[in-house]
């Protein structure tokens, strides 16, 4: 409209007003806004400038390279192998199916493998490395390089994977690793962030389990920048990792490979044990597997075929089994006796083929009987009679006592997996254990290993050598962890009367050395290489009256499962020991004719560092014995040529 | 004064008035479209036609407009006003029929060669119209509850269509807008004290809603407003935006990590990050000093502006000056605060310096209408 001049006046200094007031409000809102940025710029920028590198940097860890065991020699048990894989990288494949079809063809993969692979990458981020196959033999890596432009997106890698050179003869002992399942993570406390990374491995069992920490390492970190959907833009530093420590085993890999082959495919288990320092040399349980495989990852029907075999291969039976030690037993139960003064050595007990006791009747293994047999023949026939006597005149109590002091019963400390106690009965354990009173039969039977008495066969290789030296051997299976020499735990003298002890050890000669022995067979004919040993056979059914009377059944006419054990302990050489071995076959009927044997093969090998001449064993046997090392031999390790071992 | 006080006396005619240009504001305004330029070539991580170079184009494009804008008599724009708005709302309404949706709304109309939003060019014949009504009234008349519930109207029906596209954040830019003329044109105090305390009690019934059948809010605004209370709630997830941007922003420190040095955008942590969010970017990489020295360019538009204003005598180009600037300082105030977490995420752009056509566009059309009214004011015959 039309205004007077004076109007219009007006009405600008009125808009001028209310518009320079607009501009005060608005000044205001300027500086709430400076302020505001001030506030988070420069008051606040500390915190927002770690928020943003937590944004941008990421921390990868590296995996250590794993600890590597070794024998007391330097021999690898357990090292880590290059592992080429094939990875695939989705953006840079274009089309995955293809690719994957083409690598298929190259490499021979199977549908399984591919599929898998196919469905790994769905899975993940397009920039993401997915291994589509592992442990390629280096042919295959060398064909995928070479048709590198058929295969966008498709590289070769190499990694670190386990290997035991050794395979099963050393699964028992070393183990083997696997990938971190669920149950490991819950298991621990305070899981090493490591335990994340994908497929990384840990020690499942035996030394690679127990000593994990040791052998793990710690754990190098990369910094890397990330962007906001993870894929990685440069990497800002790298720090590697510590490799874990080398741990250098008591056992000698030869006299284990030998051992291990010894024992064949028999279910059985043997220990080989230095008599002074207490160093495991041996410990062999067979069957074997192959821990190969469980590094690979086991297929279902290989794992079954290990589960499902009635002699137990993945079980460790050297720590894990418990076997009634039958007559092996008996040195305890003598020796008993004799500290407690209950029997002289020279005193004889009469042995009529059995006796009665509370009304009941126990038998000798010889239904004839002895007759009058004292300290030493009582060994060295094994007669059952005479610990009978003994059982009674020393009673449970200072037989509990003894087994102890000799290593039965306890735990010994090593880095294998589910170690076995034994059972070492008393009175006490008995009422605890089963409520009810101990009986003077349940002595009786303790007094030949038999009853309610459990001795796995690394507790009897100890008692065997605590015999031999008259000292408190503890068994030692790691020598040095990363060069360090491991000191081994002090043997103090058991206080042992050194006639006893003299008396109890010149028996077990006559076991092996004089014809009456059970161990005669097993004689050694070189004269500074012979053993002392005793044989022990241990049944694993009772036998009834009704039985016995029709004539008790043979073990060869028995199914497997329900044969005797074989046992054998045994020393060597007798008048300076040096090793110290025991010997289980389960089920293998008698010690003398099962266990034995295979102790004497045991102690020859370890005495003469390898395959021991012919001339060691009696004459009459040299023609099986030849034909027995022949067999053997492609199963052996070679030995050690110049240059090959590493201390 | 009106049109008539232009015959008698002098204004710049021809090629002259290249000469009564207000310079400075166009230098300021090319320095803050500078600005996005070296912005937008930094998060395009070096590479100018990802959106640079477009930006230029706009810009160029947009500052001919503002220049035969300026150009072209002050009382032409008034008499265009009405048909403007008309035009603009006519648009406004016919996007739901043939506009095509953008980013989860219906925003645009393809016209070819170049995506028109009606909704910004709403803003500026808002102004246009409302500095033209109240040339037309009766100076006595503008605080008459009739001659006040006209233009309250006349902003609340376009911004009531802004609103179900729906684009909260246009729609207060509109309100806001509007009511700034009226301000502006001396409307009384007491109005707008009591649209304050109607705009309180609104919002206690838009919580109220929340949930109900008859929810006045979508869902995904209601949490925008949920995570602009409290960002850390969900800092993955709806207040993602919000904390990286702050984070970029407060890591930047007084002197920034340098030209294309800022992680939070070049590594893809910001959302937005040429658009809505260009302004962190710029903090993070030029720090306290950079985006103060943003601020004060801005400042220094609306200062001109205000200088402009002032210096005519003409009600017509002394509201539509005033309206321009105010529309142009809640564009960047809202926007910032809305980066620094003072404001909700709304989706307002940073005025010439956020990649994208029409709001430059219509901005620097406004602006040619400021340069009009600079060029066209009534000067004494010296």
Same mark, same amino acid.
């Given at each position: ?383 059952? &009679? ?8 020393? @009673?449970? /109590?200072?037989?509990? *006592?003894? $087994?102890?002091? #000799? +290593? !039965? ?63 408190? &051997? ?8 990363? @060069?360090? /020499?491991?000191?081994? *735990?002090? $043997?103090?003298? #058991? +206080? !042992? ?151 | ?382």
């Amino acid at each position: 409209m039309r205004r007077t001049a004076r109007d219009a006046e007006a009405s600008a200094r009125r808009v001028t007003r209310r518009a320079l007031i607009l501009a005060g409000a608005q000044a205001g809102v300027l500086g709430a806004l400076a302020l505001r940025l001030r506030h988070l710029q420069v008051e606040e920028a500390d915190r927002f400038r770690v928020l943003a590198d937590e944004n941008r940097i990421a921390l990868r860890l590296l995996p250590p390279a794993r600890g590597l065991v070794y024998d007391r020699r330097g021999t690898i048990l357990a090292d880590n192998e290059q592992n080429y894989r094939v990875v695939i990288v989705r953006e840079d494949a274009g089309d995955v199916a293809a690719v994957l079809a083409r690598l298929q063809t190259l490499i021979g993969l199977d549908d399984e493998a591919v599929e898998r692979a196919r469905r790994e990458i769905a899975r993940r981020s397009p920039f993401v490395p997915i291994a589509v196959a592992e442990r390629l033999a280096w042919e295959d890596v060398a064909r995928v390089a070479a048709n590198a432009p058929a295969l966008p997106g498709v590289f070769p890698e190499v990694g670190l994977s386990r290997h035991y050179p050794l395979g099963a003869d050393t699964a028992h002992v070393v183990g083997y690793v696997g990938p971190v399942s669920e149950a490991d993570l819950a298991r621990l406390e305070d899981p090493d962030p490591l335990l994340q990374i994908p497929r990384f491995q840990i020690g499942k069992v035996g030394v690679e389990a127990r000593m994990e920490d040791t052998l793990r390492g710690s754990a190098g970190s990369r910094r890397i920048e990330v962007n906001a959907v993870g894929r990685v833009i440069r990497e800002l530093d790298r720090r590697e990792g510590v490799p874990g420590a080398d741990v250098q085993l008591s056992l000698d890999a030869r006299l284990q490979n030998y051992v291990q082959a010894r024992l064949g495919a028999e279910s059985a288990a043997a220990v080989v044990m230095d008599v002074a320092s207490g160093d495991l040399l041996a410990i062999a349980s067979a069957p074997g597997y192959d821990p190969n495989l469980f590094v690979r990852g086991i297929s279902v029907a290989d794992y079954r075929g290990l589960t499902d075999n009635d002699h137990r291969p993945l079980a460790t039976k050297t720590v894990q089994g418990a076997y009634p030690p039958g007559s092996t037993f008996k040195m305890v139960t003598a020796l008993a006796a004799l500290e407690a003064g209950v029997v002289r050595p020279d005193e004889t007990v009469r042995c009529p083929g059995h006796v009665e006791v509370a009304g009941s009747r126990f038998h000798c293994w010889r239904g004839g009987g002895h007759g009058a047999v004292a300290l030493v023949r009582s060994l060295t026939e094994s007669c059952d &009679v005479y610990y009978y006597e003994l059982a009674q005149r020393t @009673g449970i /109590e200072r037989i509990h *006592a003894m $087994a102890g002091r #000799l +290593g !039965l019963g306890q735990r010994f400390d090593l880095p294998l997996s589910a170690i076995s106690e034994g059972l070492n009965p008393s009175r006490d354990w008995k009422r605890a254990r089963h409520g009810q009173e101990w009986r003077i039969g349940d002595t009786i039977n303790a007094a030949i290993g038999q009853g309610y008495v459990l001795a796995s066969p690394l507790q009897l290789a100890v008692m065997t050598a605590r015999l031999a030296s008259g000292r408190a &051997v503890v068994p030692r299976l790691v020598r040095a962890v990363n @060069g360090v /020499e491991q000191a081994p *735990a002090p $043997a103090p003298p #058991l +206080g !042992l009367d050194p006639g006893h002890l003299r008396e109890i050890r010149r028996a077990l000669y006559n076991v092996c050395q004089s014809e009456r022995g059970t161990a005669w067979s097993s004689r050694i004919d070189a004269a500074e290489m012979r053993m002392a040993g005793k044989t022990g056979t241990s049944q694993v059914r009772n036998i009834t009256a009704a039985e016995r009377a029709r004539g008790v059944l043979g073990n060869d006419q028995l199914p497997w499962n329900r044969r005797d054990h074989a046992l054998f302990v045994a020393f060597a050489p007798h008048e300076a020991p040096r090793i110290a071995v025991a010997v289980v076959v389960e089920h293998g009927g008698g010690g003398s004719t099962a266990a034995a044997p295979i102790a004497r093969d045991i102690v020859l090998q370890a005495l003469y560092e390898g395959t021991p001449p012919v001339s060691a064993y009696p004459a009459s046997q040299r023609n099986r014995i030849e034909t027995q090392q022949r067999e053997l031999a492609p199963r052996l390790m070679p030995p050690p040529g110049p240059g090959a071992s590493r201390a | 004064m009106s049109f008539l006080e232009y015959t008698v006396k002098t204004v710049p005619t021809g090629v002259a008035k290249v000469l009564h240009l207000n310079w400075a504001l166009v230098v300021l305004l090319s320095s803050v479209a500078g600005v996005g330029f070296l912005m937008l070539y930094s998060v395009a991580g070096g590479d100018l036609s990802r959106w640079a170079e477009p930006q230029m184009k706009r810009f160029a494009l947009g500052l001919a407009v503002m220049i035969a804008f300026g150009f072209t008599p002050i009382w032409f724009w008034r008499n265009v006003a009405g048909l403007a708005s008309g035009v603009a709302l006519l648009l406004l309404v016919a996007v739901p029929l043939v506009g095509t949706v953008g980013m989860g709304a219906q925003r645009w109309i393809d016209l070819g060669f170049v995506r028109l939003q009606p909704s910004e060019l709403m803003k500026v014949t808002l102004v246009m119209l409302l500095a033209a009504y109240y040339d037309w009234l009766d100076t006595d008349k503008v605080s008459r509850p009739f001659w006040v519930l006209l233009p309250a109207l006349l902003t609340l029906v376009p911004a009531g269509f802004v609103l179900t596209q729906p684009d909260l954040g246009t729609a207060l830019l509109l309100a806001l807008g509007g009511g700034l003329v009226m301000v502006a044109a001396g409307v009384h105090w007491l109005y707008f004290a009591s649209v304050i305390a109607a705009g309180a009690g609104l919002v206690t019934l838009v919580f109220a809603s929340r949930g109900t059948p008859w929810q006045l809010l979508m869902d995904y605004q209601f949490r925008r407003i949920d995570t602009f209370l409290n960002p850390d709630l969900d800092p993955l997830g709806a207040g993602y935006h919000i904390s990286q941007a702050k984070i970029a922003l407060g890591s930047g420190g007084w002197t920034g990590k340098g030209f294309m040095q800022g992680t939070q955008s070049r590594l893809n942590f910001l959302p937005e990050k040429h658009t809505d969010f260009i302004f962190t970017t710029l903090a993070e990489e030029f720090g306290f000093v950079g985006a103060f020295s943003l601020l004060a360019l801005y400042a220094l538009v609306i200062a001109f502006c205000l200088a402009s204003a002032i210096n005519t005598r003409d009600r017509f180009s002394q509201l539509l000056i005033v309206g321009i600037a105010g529309t142009f300082f809640f564009y960047f105030a809202v926007n910032m605060a809305m980066v620094m977490g003072l404001a909700p995420v709304v989706g307002v752009p940073l005025p010439l310096v956020s990649y994208g056509g029409s709001a430059m566009l219509v901005l620097l059309a406004g602006f040619g209408m400021v340069q009009s009214a600079h060029v066209h004011r009534p000067r004494n015959r010296a």
